[in-house]
């Protein structure tokens, strides 16, 4: 159940009925799948994506019971608690808390986690809905079989097909129906688990009972009984599951679950405006233990937080997924992590933490494999998985499925073959490499120093890992002739130094150039890709000018019209509470000027915030070219082009920017400088 999934992995038995996950999962819990619940790189405190209670009874007074999440005891509360209309032999009522936020926000909560459990549940990816109702007009709440229920349900698969509460929810309406099927992160682990999910709303009265402030608890003839109006928002979920030894770790073994909430349009001053509860349907075998309570506690507590924080006018700055969908990210994450994760931990010999870099390596081939698999392969992973997960995905039987993976699978293939080849500047420790091309996508890296990681590599990465400092082409006072014809894993050695070999930058047309933190070579990313008429990927990490130099860049706006940069709001202004100045992080406006800088390379600048375990998780792409009938084609035209960008941004001659640099250079190239990336 999306809700408590999350909290079962929170305050549950770490790691108890084959779910844990290992020392693996547990790193991933604090790394890479941190990055799930939104973390926001925007700000230097790295704010979370709804704002915490904290910061919400900070800023704001405290007027009523409610503002705050505060679970009241049951057992004291349950005479005076309101009438829920469920039956008490079914239902047991766990935890309940008073809340102030209008229905509007519970209902939306409660959508967003339909497909996102993985905002509070540690242990899963995503959900994938195979049935929805929301668009279905053959959609009948008063049905009394599944088969009834909507036109398209005799034709799931009979475990697709949604169960029902038996004779409804007294005094309620069904509202809407969806089934899913929730989808571990680690599926040799784990079962994924199908479950149903309705909601029912009531308008009618609850009764409600209350001590006059003078009697005992003991004293039942002192209570007072009212009726009151109320709103009741009801939202149940039903796994797929007769056998509590079936239901995976991160699932209470529990028949279903129940979160209402009570809304009182006509309430006091200084009362609250409803009550948010959680009841479970238990197995008769599995009574409610210490687990089951503090998993029902937490959860109330993160619905009440996401609501309040959505009634406070929270927006979200971060929006993963525009690039690639979640879906086949998260599937080639899973099996490349399954794959390599535990062979690069154990072999780690650099001195910097191993997990981070080796999940931030994994998240990043997962998300560059998709997206060369859409631009290589003749089609758009994220498009169909998009397509698929819709309403036609409501009618899939397995074949399709099969048919599907099939499908993916021939796209991967017929990628790798038209794929140009990589390259990865400041390729690190080396191991974004080794991965890519262990999956069979061709390329290599290079860097100012020689990383102790490439020793642990067979022989064959000798020619695909090397030790050189890239100096620009554009930087050359003296330009040499140029053969861009080559093979993507030869090197062109120039002569802009003496002693250590060089790089001028210039690929072979169409190599798809990464920067994945490069620090001193992201900015010149979209310049090189310029040059050799390439694609690209930056990772922003450090902030460094044209010349190598630390500084704070300006803040720009891409000028590509209608760029998905602009659509997704990625780089935005973070919201400010009232009465504060809006500020930006030195890397937010960094990544903002790498778009910039990409924008006047006439790429149409593309973002995406990866799903890696780093708060520099933002990602510039340049595929696509603004102005395709007014391409630049001759190679020297390209180059003034760009001498004259880096002259006007840097505001001093070329001389004095290649005099910067080759100074910043030689200073990288010595021992013991740099990171274990």
């Not at 698969?157 to 969806?178: I, R, S």
């Not at 154990?346 to 390596?361: C, G, N």
């Not at 000027?593 to 990409?598: A, E, G, K, L």
Request: charged residues 25%; glycine residues 8%.
């Amino acid at each position: 159940m999306s809700l408590q999934n999350s909290t079962a992995v929170v305050v549950g038995d770490g790691g108890g009925g084959g779910g844990g996950g290992g020392e693996i999962e547990e790193e991933a819990k604090a790394g890479f799948e941190q990055e799930n619940s939104g973390t926001v790189p925007d700000d230097d405190n790295n704010s979370r994506c709804t704002p915490g209670l904290d910061d919400q009874t900070r800023s704001t007074p405290q007027s009523r019971p409610g503002d705050k999440f505060e679970p009241v005891d049951i057992i004291a509360a349950a005479s005076s608690h309101p009438s829920s209309g469920l039956p008490p032999e079914i239902w047991t009522l766990v935890q309940s808390a008073p809340a102030n936020f209008t229905p509007h926000y519970f209902l939306e909560v409660s959508r967003n986690l339909l497909e996102n459990p993985n905002l509070t549940a540690s242990h899963l990816s995503r959900a994938e809905l195979s049935y929805q109702s929301f668009t279905d007009a053959s959609f009948n709440p008063s049905a009394t079989h599944p088969h009834d229920l909507a036109k398209i349900i005799r034709h799931l698969k009979p475990d697709h097909q949604p169960l029902l509460v038996d004779g409804g929810v007294p005094g309620y309406a069904l509202e809407w129906t969806v089934v899913r099927k929730l989808i571990p992160r680690n599926p040799k682990l784990d079962e994924s688990l199908l479950q149903t999910c309705h909601l029912f709303t009531s308008n009618e009265d609850v009764v409600v009972r209350s001590h006059d402030g003078k009697a005992r608890e003991e004293d039942e003839d002192e209570e007072e009984e009212r009726t009151i109006k109320a709103e009741r928002y009801l939202v149940v979920y039903l796994p797929h599951a007769t056998d509590p030894d079936k239901i995976p770790f991160y699932h209470p073994k529990i028949r279903g679950l129940a979160i209402l909430y009570t809304y009182h349009p006509t309430v006091s001053p200084g009362k609250p405006l409803g009550t948010l509860s959680l009841y479970y349907d238990l197995f008769p075998q599995r009574p409610l233990d210490n687990r089951m309570t503090r998993t029902a506690l937490k959860m109330l507590e993160i619905i009440h937080k996401h609501s309040r924080g959505r009634m406070a006018g929270y927006q979200k700055r971060v929006h993963h997924d525009i690039v690639i969908a979640q879906k086949p990210f998260q599937d080639t994450y899973a099996y490349l992590k399954g794959k390599y994760c535990k062979g690069l931990i154990d072999a780690w010999v650099e001195q910097t933490p191993a997990e981070k870099h080796v999940f931030e390596d994994l998240g990043i081939a997962a998300f560059l494999i998709e997206l060369w698999t859409g631009m290589y392969g003749g089609g758009n992973s994220a498009q169909e998985s998009a397509e698929f997960k819709g309403e036609e995905m409501q009618g899939a039987e397995r074949n399709e499925e099969i048919d599907l993976e099939r499908a993916n699978a021939n796209a991967k293939a017929k990628a790798k073959t038209n794929f140009p080849g990589f390259v990865d500047i400041g390729c690190g420790n080396g191991i974004l490499v080794w991965i890519l091309n262990q999956e069979g996508w061709s390329g290599w890296g290079f860097d100012a120093r020689r990383r102790k990681t490439w020793a642990t590599f067979d022989s064959s990465y000798d020619d695909k890992l090397k030790e050189m400092l890239l100096v620009p082409e554009v930087l050359n006072l003296k330009p040499s002739s140029i053969d861009v014809d080559i093979n993507v894993n030869e090197s062109l050695a120039t002569t802009h130094l003496a002693g250590p070999a060089t790089h001028n930058g210039i690929f072979p047309t169409g190599t798809f150039i990464v920067a994945n933190h490069a620090d001193e070579l992201t900015i010149w990313t979209p310049c090189l890709a310029f040059l050799s008429e390439s694609p690209f990927i930056a990772i922003p990490c450090c902030s460094h000018n044209f010349g190598g130099t630390r500084f704070r860049a300006p803040r720009r706006a891409a000028k590509a019209a209608g760029a998905p940069l602009a659509e997704n709001h990625a780089i935005s202004a973070p919201a400010k509470p009232k009465g504060k100045p809006a500020t930006q992080s030195a890397y937010s406006t960094f990544c903002s000027y790498v778009s910039h800088v990409t924008s006047l390379m006439d790429y149409v600048p593309e973002s995406e915030y990866l799903r890696i375990p780093s708060t520099r998780n933002f990602a510039v792409l340049g595929r696509e070219k603004q102005r395709e009938g007014e391409r630049v084609s001759a190679f020297e035209d390209r180059m003034a082009v760009v001498r004259g960008i880096v002259e006007k941004e840097m505001a001093t001659s070329i001389e004095v920017v290649r005099e910067a640099w080759v100074e910043r250079g030689s200073g990288l190239m010595k021992p013991g400088t740099g990171s274990g990336h």
